[in-house]
């Protein structure tokens, strides 16, 4: 049971790695200054 839980741990945290490799690497490439404008309003849905 052990033994199991030590690959459902270390699958989980693969998973949350990747994604924010995926986040990081991917969808935010374009480094900015985020401005005070832009942090403030929420985005357009």
Same mark, same amino acid.
């Given at each position: 049971? *052990?033994?199991?839980?030590l =690959?459902? =741990? #270390? #699958?989980?945290?693969? !998973? &949350?790695?990747?994604?924010? *490799?995926?986040?990081? #690497? &991917? !969808?935010? %490439?374009? /480094?900015?200054v &985020?401005?005070? %404008?832009? /942090? /403030?309003?929420?985005?357009? %849905?």
């Amino acid at each position: 049971m *052990a033994n199991e839980m030590l =690959w459902l =741990w #270390g #699958g989980f945290n693969l !998973f &949350v790695l990747a994604m924010l *490799a995926l986040d990081l #690497g &991917v !969808f935010h %490439r374009k /480094a900015h200054v &985020v401005s005070l %404008r832009e /942090a /403030a309003i929420p985005p357009p %849905r």
